[in-house]
């Protein structure tokens, strides 16, 4: 959802958007976790990085040139190094992920650094049949996806766009910290 007044895509940038999930009549899987994530693109006359108020730039937003490419609102909002913030499981969890991008204007590459979507719903539909160990999906602004993800090993995921310069130097970073035993019969560092 988002609004429908005059400036709609400023008023998005800004964060006026998200998702409403509509569950099937007979309920979804049974998982540990469920994620939210909402990725927008932010316009400013401020530099990235820059400290203080940014004012919005509607140029930069008519060049499709954001500032700031974000994971629920902040910079590197949901990782260890933000507020401690990163998401957590354990080995032998499973966690399903409801994506949604805002926009306005940037498609994502949406992937999980380190791990596969073992079921995804595409467009956010439970209608259709799931797709199984995909590994990256793209989200077109004003659309969503679902996508469970096993957690097999000790590790740290990282949720990102694989646009991978909106993570490194735009913010749109999201990470699950996963702990518990090691397994080496599935992974091993030192082979």
Not at 24 to 31: Q, R, Y
Not at 37 to 53: A, N, P, S
């Amino acid at each position: 959802y988002h609004c429908a007044v005059p400036n709609m895509d400023m008023h998005i940038s800004a964060g006026m958007f998200g998702s409403i999930l509509v569950e099937p009549k007979d309920g979804l899987p049974e998982v540990d976790h469920e994620i939210y994530l909402g990725q927008h693109d932010v316009y400013t006359k401020g530099d990235t990085g820059e400290k203080g108020h940014h004012a919005f730039d509607i140029d930069s937003m008519m060049r499709e040139n954001p500032t700031y490419v974000l994971m629920n609102g902040e910079k590197y909002a949901m990782t260890a190094n933000n507020h401690g913030h990163a998401l957590e499981a354990e080995t032998g969890e499973t966690a399903r992920v409801y994506f949604v991008n805002g926009g306005p204007n940037l498609t994502s590459s949406f992937h999980a650094i380190g791990n596969v979507w073992s079921r995804l719903y595409p467009k956010g539909s439970f209608s259709t049949e799931a797709q199984t160990d995909i590994e990256t999906t793209s989200v077109a602004p004003g659309t969503t996806t679902a996508a469970m993800m096993e957690f097999p090993v000790p590790e740290t995921i990282k949720l990102v766009d694989h646009a991978l310069t909106r993570v490194a130097r735009k913010g749109c970073l999201a990470t699950v910290n996963v702990g518990g035993a090691e397994n080496p019969e599935i992974y091993t560092a030192d082979p």
